[in-house]
């Protein structure tokens, strides 16, 4: 991951803290199903309900494809670099 991705990330993640949407989308929930592609990860947290938010992509002009979910019960966090079909947690204070 480049230091630029990782800019987007803590941007998105301050963002988040701060109850501070920067898309329209940003926040809504996330339904954590396979209907998002065959081949989607679901979040095996055993927990949710989740939202979602936008981890912006530099030179383009939609949403991309990179989100950070977020677990409303526990405060997980997981980043999804390729819309949903993998995930990484994150600790939502730096990288875990």
């Known amino acids: ?6 800019r987007e990330i803590q941007n998105t993640k ?3 803290k701060l109850n ?3 898309t329209s989308r940003d926040g809504i929930p996330f339904r954590n ?6 081949d989607s990860q679901r979040l095996d947290t055993g927990s ?5 938010w936008t981890v912006k992509t530099p030179g383009i002009s939609n949403r991309g494809s990179r989100r950070l979910v977020v677990d409303k019960r526990t405060g997980k966090a997981y980043y999804s670099h390729d819309h949903y079909n993998s995930f990484i947690e994150i600790d939502l204070g730096g990288w875990k």
């Open 1 to 6: 991951m480049t230091p630029k991705e990782m």
């Open 14 to 16: 301050d963002n988040i």
């Open 20 to 22: 501070r949407p920067a």
């Open 33 to 38: 199903s396979h209907e998002i592609s065959p």
């Open 48 to 52: 949710g309900p989740y939202t979602e």
